[in-house]
């Protein structure tokens, strides 16, 4: 990298921006690769496993984000009925959340 010193033709201020360019290059990739990595982090992959079928074995959990697990009835009051099967929500949950996956009824 070629260095200006001050002189009659190159003024100090521009001299030391010369410098100092391939730092504010740095500077502002670093800041883009960081936004770009947060942008791609927002993307969600949504899996759908309805009560009534589907084996819990089977699913791609690294594949996925987030599982939306079908269905929930509610009640008059605001509650919901159990599940069917409570058990094969539990273990759906216990492995989706080893995965890093979240789980949505």
Known sequence: MKKFKPGPLVPRARAASYNMRPWRTICILLFLLMNVQQ???QFKVI?????????????????LTHINYAFLIPNSDGSY????????????????????VKVII
Request: net charge neutral.
């Open 39 to 41: 942008t791609f982090a």
């Open 47 to 63: 899996g759908y496993l309805p009560t009534w079928a589907g084996n819990l074995s089977d699913v791609q959990y690294t594949k």
């Open 81 to 100: 009925q159990a599940p069917s099967d409570p058990t094969r929500l539990t273990n759906l949950v216990t492995q989706a959340h080893a995965n890093g």
